[in-house]
């Protein structure tokens, strides 16, 4: 079998038995192209590839300067690339198993201050204009469930209309889960869908596409693109006067764990709402309440003043 046709029925399975996202399939085929690529420039290729042709992969990213947290997610694709060769006898080593990437430390994730997300809803607040209430729902919507930014703009109109004021996510893998929303969410989602015939496309086909969705588009998937909203977040953030750097759909959604859990969330509850399959995953929102914590006592403690001066 020739690699791009290997590749072809890994992303199949994966998409298949796995239930893999659109953007989870992309990231795996870029993984494996960059392989494909740099292994053949070595006159080796994926299929036939040993230990050591991986190894000089490394390197040669290494000397590039890619960052390890990249060169980890890239040889961890190519791993579960093997073992899906191996389970289908099209290979009966994994040369990458014993490999193992740079160290890398865990970056702790970017968060806004409670402050800094009320600074963004007043900012919201002021724009009554169907496009403002459309932005302030995907906000509400955002922050109350802490929705990865794929789950939140491919809502449809249906997944608010519950009884129970819940949202039944269907997020990586297929999993389900349930997410309660805030009284203000509620409200901002009752507003928006007086509006949101207006935002309909005009060509039928599109029409069709974007008829069942929450925030309609006649983007090609019907509803609105993640980086459309990322944009509108930059956006917001300069109206807010905050650094518009320091603002994304997805610090959002660490904004919504960490104040959580500052505010006497227990960590499998915060799991639980996130989606995350590993409680380990939710735990790095515990080492960002550390580090505050940390700061808050050599800031404000006297002992700590009094020992820094000179």
């Not at 930014?149 to 519950?162: C, D």
């Not at 990322?230 to 904004?255: C, F, M, N, T, Y």
């Amino acid at each position: 079998m020739r690699p791009a046709a290997a590749i072809d029925a890994f992303l199949e399975m994966m998409m298949a038995e796995r239930g893999a996202s659109n953007n989870t399939i992309n990231a795996y085929r870029r993984d494996l192209d960059d392989w494909e690529t740099l292994l053949c420039a070595n006159r080796q290729n994926l299929i036939k590839a040993q230990t050591p042709d991986l190894e000089i992969v490394l390197g040669v990213w290494a000397k590039k300067g890619l960052a390890p947290s990249t060169s980890a997610r890239k040889l961890s694709s190519v791993k579960q690339f093997y073992r899906f060769l191996q389970m289908d006898d099209l290979r009966k080593d994994n040369p990458a198993q014993n490999l193992r990437g740079p160290k890398q430390g865990r970056p702790l994730p970017k968060i806004l201050s409670e402050q800094d997300v009320n600074l963004l809803f007043e900012t919201a607040n002021k724009d009554d204009s169907s496009k403002g209430i459309r932005r302030l729902c995907l906000l509400e919507i955002l922050y109350a469930g802490g929705l990865r930014v794929s789950e939140l703009v491919g809502l449809t109109t249906q997944a608010v209309q519950r009884r129970d004021g819940c949202l039944m996510i269907k997020g990586k893998g297929g999993k389900e889960r349930l997410v309660p929303l805030t009284p203000p969410a509620l409200k901002a989602i009752k507003a928006w869908l007086k509006h949101r015939a207006e935002t309909l496309p005009q060509d039928l086909d599109a029409a069709e596409r974007a008829k069942k969705y929450l925030f309609p588009s006649s983007a090609k998937q019907g509803f609105l693109t993640r980086e459309w909203f990322a944009q509108i977040l930059k956006d917001l953030a300069i109206e807010a006067g905050l650094p518009p750097s320091k603002i994304s759909p997805h610090v959002l959604r660490h904004a919504f764990a960490t104040h959580l859990l500052a505010n006497g969330a227990d960590l499998r509850s915060v799991q639980t709402l996130l989606g995350h399959a590993d409680i380990s995953t939710t735990q790095i929102y515990t080492h960002v309440l550390d580090e505050r914590m940390k700061a808050l006592v050599f800031d404000m403690h006297p002992l700590a003043a009094k020992n820094s001066e000179p």
